[in-house]
């Protein structure tokens, strides 16, 4: 501040991770943004919580606190799965544990309000992102409230939020109270009362079957769009009236409150259903939740950035190195980053255990070519030691860059979950052609040697373009390539919203056809999820076998991570299915793995390899009636309670060789790449066979 002649900051943000000036950090990316509006930025970057000192340290803001838990929700960074303490933090300097607060947003909005009482904290990032309803919180096992109302801030921004935020910061500036700002897309503000002209569609109750409803049933979705109808012939029909559920402007939806979800778990799988259902940016109404005399307001989601935009966003001049007073310590995330590229934002996958869709949307938001091209040379140009390799050219998914609705009036009106389940949506663009454009363009950089994609690829999508597959497998491909199945069983698949297998088979032959062609030796490295709701533990030793027949091993493995908002997680708290139409009565419970024996053995099943599984393995087989599968045949899938490790291990190794994997959860970033005994080592990949 001295340097630049300051006398004190405009805005200043918190965040809970160090300060990497780098466009796959988000506060990097706001704090550009918002300098580049004229605004005086100051990061606080993780900040000793303790007391108010560090938080002091930048003076009093003339605008507002921004503050952000980091790259990752501050719970998922701290624990584990089985809800065990990390001693790491991949976004802190030496790797170091501990350096942020659990439920960084609430802990340092106190802060702030302690160092500096009037002034405006507004909440962005994706731990507020995610928590701006009422939601299942699943290392205190209880619906907390929304982030908002127990942070008291001010106003919550969620999603890619560089609009929303510029805005408020603008108007701010201008001498407008946060409080008069409530229609803002992609914010939350707590209010006494719903805006005044709004028609409300009462969603507080599970809707019966049969009983004439006087609003829109909450749970209609599209069948036709305008733009495919059939002609219909004349006929004289009775005029109703009925407020149009595609009448943004003017409708909203009023969701249980936070005090009758905390104790209805199928009333929470309801909300959750008509939340999701509420979540195109161009068609959806904004939603209202009670928390006790105070109202949640939540506007629709933001709408998707222009390609303009996004190189605006993208091309601010960023350092693209951590801050200096880290000196020589390493930041993991950095390191894994330093040489990415992100080439577009969203995901329209849906997947019902990951979160991406409810955080950056459904709707792609890609960046044009030339802005690519330029960060490449940026990259050559600035960043230390750089060797020529870009470690990736991706995004949330490898192979959605420029795919999308290929009708305007049915992707601004549809309220599907999904456009590729249950299958790929008939007006979906797979053409892969811009992708394939990108990345020729992408390896005739000067000074760029070498282009890897390491973002997931989504295979029943890279399948519909085989040109796709040949240019990835024969030029962009480092030995291993990872995609995620995430199971092998239809009805666990069917709760992920993931296709079957036989699009992982199609993939797996393209893969091997062109890598032979290359003349390359490469490996596919499957990811699968253990202990997801609706997962059976006769469907984890279908999956446990089916590893076995195709030679794979998991190293490491990992269970369902019940991350907040996603359908998946309303799943694991409600037992129920939101996917469908939620009921009281009648209704069809899912079996989900909670108890943590449960959960240990869907892991260990994973890891059917290990002989420290064993017992544990052992005594469910008997249990489920499937002694066939102990001993030393070929079909079994662990030795005998007396058979030595040693044995287990010659069985297992065969004539064929074994492929070793890592497995994570979607939701963790993949901050390390295979190496020691994490690395893939297969010598062969032998054909699946069919089980019956």
């Not at 501990?98 to 405006?120: F, H």
């Not at 259903?273 to 109202?295: I, K, T």
């Not at 020729?440 to 597959?469: N, T």
């Not at 199945?485 to 709760?495: C, F, G, Q, R």
Request: net charge positive; aromatic share 8%.
């Amino acid at each position: 501040m001295d340097i630049l002649g300051w006398d004190s900051c405009d805005i200043i943000i918190v965040t809970g991770d160090a300060y990497v000036d780098h466009p796959s950090f988000g506060m990097a990316v706001i704090g550009r943004a918002l300098e580049a509006q004229g605004f005086r930025v100051g990061i606080i970057a993780q900040p000793n919580w303790h007391s108010k000192d560090d938080f002091m340290a930048l003076g009093e803001p003339n605008l507002f606190f921004g503050v952000t838990a980091g790259n990752m929700d501050s719970m998922i960074n701290r624990y584990t799965a089985d809800r065990k303490l990390r001693h790491d933090d991949a976004y802190t300097p030496n790797n170091e544990g501990g350096k942020r607060p659990d439920r960084a947003v609430l802990v340092y909005s106190q802060r702030c309000r302690e160092a500096y009482k009037q002034t405006p904290i507004v909440l962005g990032g994706i731990e507020a992102s995610l928590r701006r309803l009422a939601h299942y919180d699943y290392w205190s096992d209880k619906v907390r409230r929304s982030v908002l109302c127990d942070a008291k801030a001010d106003i919550l921004l969620f999603g890619n939020a560089e609009r929303a935020l510029i805005e408020v910061a603008h108007r701010l500036s201008r001498g407008e109270a946060l409080a008069d700002m409530t229609r803002i897309a992609g914010t939350a503000v707590m209010m006494k009362h719903p805006p005044e002209g709004m028609a409300e569609v009462d969603s507080t109750r599970i809707d019966k079957p049969g009983k004439a409803m006087v609003m829109p049933n909450p749970y209609a979705t599209e069948t036709q769009c305008e733009t495919n109808k059939k002609a219909e012939p004349d006929t004289v029909k009775p005029i109703t009236i009925r407020p149009s559920r595609h009448d943004a402007k003017n409708t909203y939806v009023r969701l249980p409150s936070f005090e009758k979800l905390k104790n209805d778990r199928i009333l929470y799988a309801h909300a959750s259903r008509v939340m999701h259902l509420e979540a195109n940016p161009y068609s959806a109404r904004a939603l209202a939740q009670q928390h006790g005399d105070q109202l949640l307001w939540i506007n629709p989601p933001p709408v998707p950035l222009t390609t303009e935009e996004m190189d605006y966003v993208f091309g601010l001049p960023y350092a693209r190195v951590p801050h200096p007073k880290y000196g020589k310590a390493k930041i993991p995330a950095y390191d894994m980053i330093k040489t990415s590229v992100n080439i577009m934002r969203g995901c329209f996958g849906g997947c019902s255990f990951c979160s991406i869709t409810e955080h950056e949307g459904r709707i792609i938001q890609n960046r044009s070519q030339a802005s690519i091209i330029e960060e490449l040379n940026d990259i050559r140009d600035k960043v230390p030691g750089f060797t020529g390799t870009i470690s990736d050219l991706g995004g949330p998914t490898a192979n959605m860059y420029r795919l999308g609705c290929s009708d305007p009036k049915a992707e601004r009106n549809c309220r599907r979950p999904s456009c590729v389940f249950p299958k790929i949506c008939d007006k979906l663009n797979t053409d892969h052609r811009h992708t394939i454009d990108l990345y020729r363009k992408a390896r005739q950089v000067e000074g760029i040697k070498k282009v890897l994609i390491a973002s997931g690829v989504r295979y029943d999508l890279a399948i519909e373009s085989p040109e796709y597959v040949k240019e990835l497998v024969t030029h962009h491909v480092g030995g291993y390539l990872k995609i995620a199945p995430e199971h092998t069983e239809k009805n666990t698949l069917d709760l992920m919203m993931k296709p079957g297998m036989g699009a992982y088979e199609r993939f797996k032959a393209l893969f091997e056809k062109y890598s032979k062609e290359a003349g390359k030796k490469q490996y596919l490295i499957p990811y699968f999820i253990a202990a997801h709701p609706g997962c059976t533990d006769e469907d984890m030793v279908h999956l446990a076998c089916w590893l076995k027949e195709n030679d794979f091993e998991c190293d490491q493995v990992q269970n369902f991570y019940p991350s907040p908002m996603c359908n998946a997680t309303a799943m694991y708290h409600s037992e129920t299915n939101p996917l469908k139409r939620v009921k009281y009565k009648k209704r069809e419970d899912l079996i989900v793995a909670k108890g943590e024996r449960q959960r240990r053995l869907h892991k260990a099943l994973l890891r059917y390899h290990d002989p420290a599984n064993w017992p544990l393995i052992r005594d469910a087989l008997v249990r489920m009636g499937k002694s066939h599968l102990i001993g030393d045949g070929p079909k079994c899938l662990i030795p005998e309670e007396d058979a030595p490790a040693k044995v287990g291990r010659q069985r297992r190794s065969g004539r064929h060789g074994t492929q070793r994997f890592a497995t994570k959860h979607p939701n963790q970033p993949d901050i390390r790449r295979p190496s020691g005994k994490n690395r893939a080592s297969a010598t062969t990949n032998k054909p699946s066979r069919k089980r019956k």
